[in-house]
Every structure is written in structure tokens, then in C-alpha cells.
């Protein structure tokens, strides 16, 4: 009996020790983390220049390394990526009948690249919270449906159009203007747009991924608080 009641002792000794041993380890982690981000922000170009540019060289180093691995690990998609690329340029600068083509697929390429563009800004906002389909899109498809009732036709010659609106000479029957009719007319732009507005919401996604998967604890506010309500709804649910 006399044993037993050591035995127990000893181990309710010991799971003490390790509670203790634990409590200690986590308050010195924080501790460290605590001394980490305060360190971190005082690593700024106007306040120590030298080691935040000795920073910058190593991660850009790091960088540069990682990428280098990873294309020779893919090389084989590299040199696709090369070679049609090469084949694209030639096609681009050498004359011949082709050239009709490939000059209407560059106004369409940037024009797309337009759209898209405008959509980037409207998801990125540029901190101004710029909306451009109430600055673009929209009287792009205001004036798009205007002219198609005005003129009663969406054959609207290109050039000028979307420069310019101008009707078409061919006499179109009264009535033939729907709304699938001017959706159609529309319906590259708004595609485009609506995929910028996706890529521009690509970035901080993949930002806060990352610092998610890695572990690491942002010094932004605004990302605390929000751990601090899912750690809140967890325990209510």
C-alpha cells in the first residue's frame, strides 16, 4: 500500500512538473514572438537602412534560387513555353496574308486586356475604392444599347466600333432589336471584366493562405481580431 501511494505521488509530481514545464514554454514562446514583431517593425528603410537592404539582397537571393530550382525542375514546360513563344513572335513580324489575322487578333487581345485591366481595378480598388463598371462597363453598355435601338441593329462596323458608334448603312426590319441581341453585342466586355474582378481578389487570398499554412502570426490588427473570432465561435460551437 506504502508503494502504491509513492507511486502515485511520483506521478503526480511529475504531470505537475510537465504542466509547469508546459505553461513555461508557451509563455516564453510568446514572449519571443512578442520580441520578434517588435523587432520587425523597427526594420524599416529611414530607421536602420543598411540591415533592411541587407534583408532585401538575402530574400531576393532566396527567391531568385528557389524560381531557378523550380524552372529546372519544369524545364521541359520552359522550353514549350520558349518555343512558342519564338513561333508567335516570327508569325507576329513576317509579312504575307496571314497578317490580317494577326492584326485582328492583337486588337482583340488588347482590348481584352483592356477590359480586364479595368476589372483588377475595380476588385483592387487602388485604396480609393474605384468601382469601374459605374465609370466603364456600365456606359459601355448603355451607349451599346442606345445605339442598337437608335440605329435598330448591332452590326455596328468595326472600325470605329467600340470607338466609335456608328449605324450600319443595311436597312434592318422594325422590331428586330432583343435584349439576347445586345447581351450578345456585350457579352466579351462583361466576361472580361468579371474575370478581373476575380483575378484582383487572387492575391490577398493567396497572401493570407500562406500565412495561415505557415504558421506565423501577421502584425496586422485587423488579421488578429479575426483569429480571435474564430477562436470565439469554435468555443460557442
Same mark, same amino acid.
Given at each position: 500500500?506504502?508503494?502504491?501511494?509513492?507511486?502515485?505521488?511520483?506521478?503526480?509530481?511529475?504531470?505537475?512538473?510537465?504542466?509547469?514545464?508546459?505553461?513555461?514554454?508557451?509563455?516564453?514562446?510568446?514572449?519571443?514572438?512578442?520580441?520578434?514583431?517588435?523587432?520587425?517593425?523597427?526594420?524599416?528603410?529611414?530607421?536602420?537602412?543598411?540591415?533592411?537592404?541587407?534583408?532585401?539582397?538575402?530574400?531576393?537571393?532566396?527567391?531568385?534560387?528557389?524560381?531557378?530550382?523550380?524552372?529546372?525542375?519544369?524545364? &521541359? $514546360?520552359?522550353?514549350?513555353?520558349?518555343?512558342?513563344?519564338?513561333? !508567335?513572335? =516570327?508569325?507576329?513580324?513576317?509579312? %504575307? *496574308?496571314?497578317?490580317?489575322?494577326?492584326?485582328?487578333?492583337?486588337?482583340?487581345?488588347?482590348?481584352?486586356?483592356?477590359?480586364?485591366?479595368?476589372?483588377?481595378?475595380?476588385?483592387?480598388?487602388?485604396?480609393?475604392?474605384?468601382?469601374?463598371?459605374?465609370?466603364?462597363?456600365?456606359?459601355?453598355?448603355?451607349?451599346?444599347?442606345?445605339?442598337?435601338?437608335?440605329?435598330?441593329?448591332?452590326?455596328?462596323?468595326?472600325?470605329?466600333?467600340?470607338?466609335?458608334?456608328?449605324?450600319?448603312?443595311?436597312?434592318?426590319?422594325?422590331? &428586330? $432589336?432583343?435584349?439576347?441581341?445586345?447581351?450578345?453585342?456585350?457579352? !466579351?466586355? =462583361?466576361?472580361?471584366?468579371?474575370? %478581373? *474582378?476575380?483575378?484582383?481578389?487572387?492575391?490577398?487570398?493567396?497572401?493570407?493562405?500562406?500565412?495561415?499554412?505557415?504558421?506565423?502570426?501577421?502584425?496586422?490588427?485587423?488579421?488578429?481580431?479575426?483569429?480571435?473570432?474564430?477562436?470565439?465561435?469554435?468555443?460557442?460551437?
Amino acid at each position: 500500500m506504502a508503494e502504491n501511494g509513492t507511486d502515485c505521488d511520483q506521478r503526480r509530481i511529475g504531470m505537475i512538473k510537465e504542466q509547469h514545464n508546459g505553461n513555461f514554454t508557451d509563455s516564453s514562446l510568446s514572449e519571443r514572438k512578442r520580441r520578434d514583431r517588435e523587432e520587425r517593425l523597427h526594420i524599416v528603410l529611414w530607421r536602420q537602412p543598411l540591415v533592411t537592404l541587407q534583408y532585401f539582397f538575402l530574400e531576393t537571393l532566396i527567391n531568385l534560387k528557389e524560381w531557378t530550382i523550380k524552372l529546372w525542375h519544369r524545364r &521541359s $514546360i520552359l522550353v514549350s513555353f520558349l518555343l512558342t513563344l519564338a513561333v !508567335l513572335t =516570327a508569325t507576329y513580324y513576317i509579312e %504575307g *496574308t496571314h497578317q490580317q489575322y494577326v492584326r485582328y487578333m492583337e486588337k482583340k487581345f488588347f482590348w481584352c486586356a483592356y477590359w480586364v485591366g479595368l476589372g483588377i481595378l475595380s476588385s483592387v480598388g487602388l485604396g480609393t475604392g474605384l468601382h469601374t463598371f459605374l465609370l466603364y462597363l456600365g456606359p459601355h453598355i448603355a451607349s451599346v444599347t442606345l445605339a442598337a435601338y437608335e440605329c435598330n441593329s448591332v452590326n455596328f462596323p468595326e472600325p470605329p466600333y467600340p470607338d466609335q458608334i456608328i449605324c450600319p448603312d443595311e436597312e434592318a426590319t422594325e422590331g &428586330s $432589336i432583343s435584349l439576347w441581341a445586345i447581351i450578345s453585342k456585350v457579352r !466579351l466586355e =462583361a466576361c472580361m471584366w468579371g474575370a %478581373g *474582378t476575380a483575378i484582383g481578389e487572387l492575391p490577398p487570398y493567396f497572401m493570407a493562405r500562406a500565412a495561415r499554412l505557415s504558421g506565423a502570426e501577421p502584425d496586422d490588427e485587423e488579421y488578429q481580431e479575426f483569429e480571435e473570432m474564430l477562436e470565439h465561435a469554435e468555443t460557442a460551437q
